[in-house]
């Protein structure tokens, strides 16, 4: 789904993929939807935005929550269907992947939403089960994984290299940690490592 398709020049509809993503990034983000499917062109340009054939989004909310949104659709751009980005004075296109975030000096910069695009493939086969199945396998850990993934890298320095004496303040001293670290990342990668 990685093609770049420019916008046409007629007025069109909200494609079902961009009503599907918007939906899933107001739901799992918490930002607001500040439109879809509006008949306009570019602000400051007579060519129609992506808006005009319902393949663009534009989000609203906590600077966070859109940096977050911003740097999800990048992530998952080829298998989304996500053709480019706007948020902060900077655009990411998928056609120019390899320069990645440039500046942007459209007349909106795009500092009080974050604006996405999708190519046809995308806006038109995009659902929700499918966004679900793409982004759901990458959500971010919870605070008790993130807490057994460090008890693990402590119990592997431990087991691996074992202590080595104390230091002045009572605390066990380690030796070669870097090589533990790695042993533990190895371990924690395992299917299982989080059961």
């Known amino acids: 789904m990685s093609s770049y398709d420019p916008v046409g020049t007629q007025c069109l509809q909200l494609q079902q993929g961009t009503a599907a993503l918007q939906s899933y990034l107001i739901r799992e983000f918490g930002v607001t939807n500040l439109g879809t499917f509006v008949c306009r ?8 935005s992506l808006h005009a054939e319902g393949r663009a989004g534009d989000n609203g909310g906590k600077s966070s929550a859109m940096r977050e949104v911003a740097n999800l659709l990048v992530a998952n751009a080829d298998r989304l269907g996500v053709q480019e980005v706007i948020f902060e004075r900077k655009i990411w296109r998928n056609n120019y992947q390899p320069l990645g975030w440039q500046a942007y000096t459209g007349a909106d910069p795009h500092n009080s939403h974050v604006h996405w695009a999708l190519n046809w493939a995308g806006a038109q086969t995009l659902t ?3 966004i679900d199945n793409i982004i759901g396998e990458q959500m971010p850990l919870s605070n008790d994984d993130l807490d057994r993934i460090a008890k693990l890298i402590d119990d592997a320095i431990v087991r691996r290299l074992g202590d080595v004496g104390e230091r002045p303040d009572g605390t066990p001293r380690r030796k070669n940690i870097s090589s533990a670290v790695v042993h533990a990342i190895e371990y924690m990668v395992a299917p ?3 059961k």
């Open 192 to 194: 299982d490592y989080l």
């Open 41 to 48: 062109p570019v602000s400051g340009s007579t060519t129609l």
């Open 128 to 130: 929700t089960e499918l």
